[in-house]
């Protein structure tokens, strides 16, 4: 898992790496206002294996948005839960037109989805679903990728 990790999650760290992610990505579009929303006091230390999930599906989510969901605002908040357990909460709102009724999840769903079943201990379905989104991409780089994250799931 750690040779997919992206440098800037260590470099920055997970808000920062978001914030930054954001702003690359934004910065072309006139159209979209994008912000990130943390705790005050931020986020409490979480493991390395949290981190990339988070990370991951924050960054597919908010491609789906500047692709799919023609919003002009989104917002991704970050919290936590406290409780019997403490629970990173990640949520990402817009304002766009949402999935027709009768979408089929492509790449970006099926990854996220294989990201957070591996990230839940359930191994064969986190490679069943990453071997799954290798299939429907028609980029190579991402394909090998998918595998290698496909790979290491099963590892487990």
């Known amino acids: 898992m750690y ?14 790496a978001i914030q930054t992610h954001v702003a ?35 960054l597919e989510a908010l ?11 989104c917002t991704i908040s970050l919290s936590v839960s406290e409780g019997r357990y403490r629970r990173l909460n990640l ?12 979408h089929q999840a492509g790449v970006g769903l099926t990854s996220m989805r294989g990201d957070l079943l591996a990230k839940l201990g359930r191994f064969d379905e986190a490679r069943a679903e990453l071997e799954r989104a290798a299939t429907l ?7 090998e990728l998918l595998i290698a994250r496909a790979r290491e799931a099963g590892l487990h």
Do not use: F, M, W
């Open 3 to 16: 040779a997919l990790r992206p440098p800037a999650l260590d470099d920055l760290g997970l808000v920062p």
């Open 24 to 58: 690359q990505q934004t910065r072309p579009l006139k159209n979209l206002n994008v912000s990130v929303e943390t705790p005050t006091q931020g986020l409490p230390p979480l493991s390395a294996a949290i981190e990339l999930a988070t990370y991951r599906i924050t």
């Open 63 to 73: 491609t789906n948005v500047i692709n799919h969901a023609q919003a002009r605002n």
């Open 91 to 102: 949520e990402i709102v817009d304002d766009g037109e949402g999935l027709s009724e009768n």
């Open 137 to 143: 991409t028609r980029n190579a780089r991402e394909r």
